[in-house]
């Protein structure tokens, strides 16, 4: 059973702090890695995605992946409050021809207060 | 450049009654993916189609349900005899064809609420 295991939370940062998000996953031959946000009634829109062992930047978000940990983490610098969701980390499949499908974890509820 | 299109938003089917989803992919893109999130769950991948072919149903319940996409026309998603476990949002993404083992994500559909009465 590939598996992809997201702390709940929620997680509960001030305004201005550095949101650190983490995921583990139990297969070792996905090879790529996806942060989505997901507002409440929303659909998960993708925010990050990372395929290559370090650190990935795009603005205030910044992806980091460790292969041999079989670790992926979301570092959301300067939150704000339109930050509160729910992040969703996924993983592609990595055996057969379905490397399209993702398993995505059960999500890290994020709220951001002022 | 319209997104990935999901019809209905929302949809309410009496218990026994069939519910068909409606998705049509980004311009250009072959491949559709559903995903169903029960309520205060993550998304859990349901079936992955091509054209007129099925790659990957490993993630639909043995009946009931069914998917298709034909060569023309949305790909539709089929629940007969719903029942209320069958309620959730069912969301659709697209993609091109991808280059074996590369993914760089999908956008998905705004959704179908699907509540079953």
């Known amino acids: 059973q590939k598996e992809v295991e997201q702390n709940s939370g929620p997680l509960s940062v001030p305004e201005g702090a550095i949101a650190s998000l983490n995921c583990t996953y139990s297969?070792?031959?996905?090879?790529?890695f996806f942060w989505y946000r997901q507002y409440s009634g929303k659909s998960p829109e993708l925010i990050m995605f990372i395929y290559s062992n370090g650190d990935k930047e795009d603005g205030r978000f910044t992806a980091q992946l460790n292969k041999a940990s079989q670790y992926v983490s979301l570092l959301i610098r300067d939150s704000q409050p339109s930050d509160s969701a729910t992040y969703l980390c996924a993983v592609n499949d990595a055996g057969g021809t379905s490397y399209g499908k993702l398993t995505f974890g059960q999500g890290t509820i994020l709220t951001v207060h002022p | 450049n319209a997104g990935v299109m999901q019809n209905p938003r929302h949809l309410v089917r009496r218990r026994g009654q069939e519910a068909r989803l409606r998705c049509s992919p980004m311009?250009?893109?072959?491949?559709v993916y559903w995903y169903r999130q029960l309520p205060e769950e993550g998304l859990k991948f349901m079936v992955y189609l091509q054209k007129e072919n099925i790659i990957d149903e490993s993630g639909m319940p043995k009946e009931r349900f069914s998917a298709e996409f034909p060569k023309e026309g949305p790909s539709i998603l089929r629940i007969q005899q719903v029942v209320r476990g069958d309620s959730a949002a069912y969301f659709c993404?697209?993609?091109?064809?991808?280059?074996?083992?590369?993914?760089?994500?999908?956008?998905f559909g705004s959704g179908t609420r699907l509540t079953v009465v």
């Open positions: 993404a697209s993609s091109p064809r991808l280059e074996r083992s590369v993914n760089y994500g999908y956008t």
């Open positions: 311009k250009g893109h072959s491949h």
């Open positions: 297969d070792r031959g996905s090879q790529s």
